[in-house]
Nanobody, 119 residues
């Protein structure tokens, strides 16, 4: 049974930093992707960053250069370092994975962690 547990959300002023962490259980090896998605009320959930089964990283254009995703296959964890946060980064952030390996349509989700960025 796959389980994902996020931590590290919170409130910060614009320009600040936060680090999100996700611990995954029930997955083995690197054939799964691990990624971060976010959602605000009334909008669809969007992929922010992910690491695919081959170790290649993806970033949404608006976060590239500010966010860094890192994955530890030995620990089954993935982190998202978020720097220079902007009010538009405010959202519920979810850790996700899927067996397809690319996080295009994850089928396993964490419970989410709230990020609030004030101006």
């Amino acid at each position: 049974q796959v389980q994902l547990v996020e931590s590290g959300g919170g409130s910060v002023q614009a320009g600040g930093s936060l680090r999100l962490s996700c611990a995954a259980s029930g997955i083995t090896g690197s054939r799964y992707c691990l990624g971060w998605f976010r959602q605000t009320p009334g909008k669809e959930r969007e992929r922010v960053a992910s690491v695919d089964r081959y170790g290649s990283s993806y970033y949404k254009d608006s976060v590239r250069g500010r966010f860094t995703i890192s994955r530890d296959n030995s620990e089954n964890t993935v982190s998202l370092q978020m720097n220079d946060l902007k009010p538009e980064d405010t959202a519920m952030y979810y850790c996700a994975t899927d067996e397809g390996g690319y996080c295009l349509r994850p089928n396993f989700w964490g419970q989410g962690t709230q990020v609030i960025v004030s101006s």
